[in-house]
T-cell receptor, first 116, second 110 residues
Framework: NAGVTQTPKFRVLKTGQSMTLLCAQD?????MYWYRQDPGMGLRLIHY???????AKGEVPDGYNVSRLKKQNFLLGLESAAPSQTSVYFC???????????????FGAGTRLSVL | DAKTTQPNSMESNEEEPVHLPCNHS???????IHWYRQLPSQGPEYVIH???SNVNNRMASLAIAEDRKSSTLILHRATLRDAAVYYC???????????FGTGTRLKVLA
């Protein structure tokens, strides 16, 4: 059982380039999340999804787009990367159904992105 | 979104109990209190959560104040592997939206 898998693990971009980060979960979870974590800081929510075909904005959505075409995948896109988007990106998923004790977030290992 | 306040850092000696405080004075009746921790160079992992009553699991205990405006995560015997950043988060049961703060960096001394 792989849990939450993020691809790629590392990436270096030049300013203005675009890229897509992939998050895949094999737990049949309804909810998925994208966070960014800057050095020495906590996690900030970028976008999240409450189910296939749905997305919603978090705290810091500007400069990012997301898509949830399949339940198991949540994609984060950077259309025109900027140095301010240098960060570690974490994906998480959550069951979204059942009892409260079943609804905890499971995180991926992160994607370290540098924009030069 | 309701906010939480935690000390930036704490220290503990190995094998001693650790009490990590969290203030959440604007908590609503439907907010669950969650604790996650982040080990160095890893993604956060779940520790414990509760609504009104104190909770225990194999990792820790969660003590919730009667008015729910504060809570304390208790590690009964700190080990070097418990050195991490601990986040106290409120989650509205209706939105499943989590807002992380900056957390408390716990240093465990050998």
């Amino acid at each position: 059982n792989a849990g939450v898998t993020q691809t790629p693990k590392f990436r270096v971009l030049k300013t203005g380039q675009s890229m897509t980060l992939l998050c895949a979960q094999d737990m049949n979870h309804e909810y998925m999340y994208w966070y960014r974590q800057d050095p020495g800081m906590g996690l900030r929510l970028i976008h999240y999804s409450v189910g296939e075909g749905t997305t919603a904005k978090g705290e810091v959505p500007d400069g990012y787009n997301v898509s949830r075409l399949k339940k198991q995948n949540f994609l984060l896109g950077l259309e025109s990367a900027a140095p301010s988007q240098t960060s570690v990106y974490f994906c998480a998923s959550l069951r979204g159904q059942g009892a409260p004790w079943e609804n905890i977030q499971y995180f991926g290992a992160g994607t370290r992105l540098s924009v030069l | 979104d309701a906010k939480t306040t935690q000390p930036n850092s704490m220290e503990s000696n190995e094998e001693e109990p650790v009490h990590l405080p969290c203030n959440h004075s604007t908590i609503s009746g439907t907010d669950y209190i969650h604790w996650y921790r982040q080990l160095p160079s890893q993604g956060p992992e779940y520790v414990i959560h509760g609504l009104t009553s104190n909770v225990n699991n194999r990792m820790a205990s969660l003590a919730i104040a009667e008015d729910r405006k504060s809570s304390t995560l208790i590690l009964h015997r700190a080990t070097l592997r418990d050195a991490a950043v601990y986040y106290c988060i409120l989650r509205d049961v209706g939105t499943y939206k989590y807002i992380f703060g900056t957390g408390t960096r716990l240093k465990v001394l050998a």
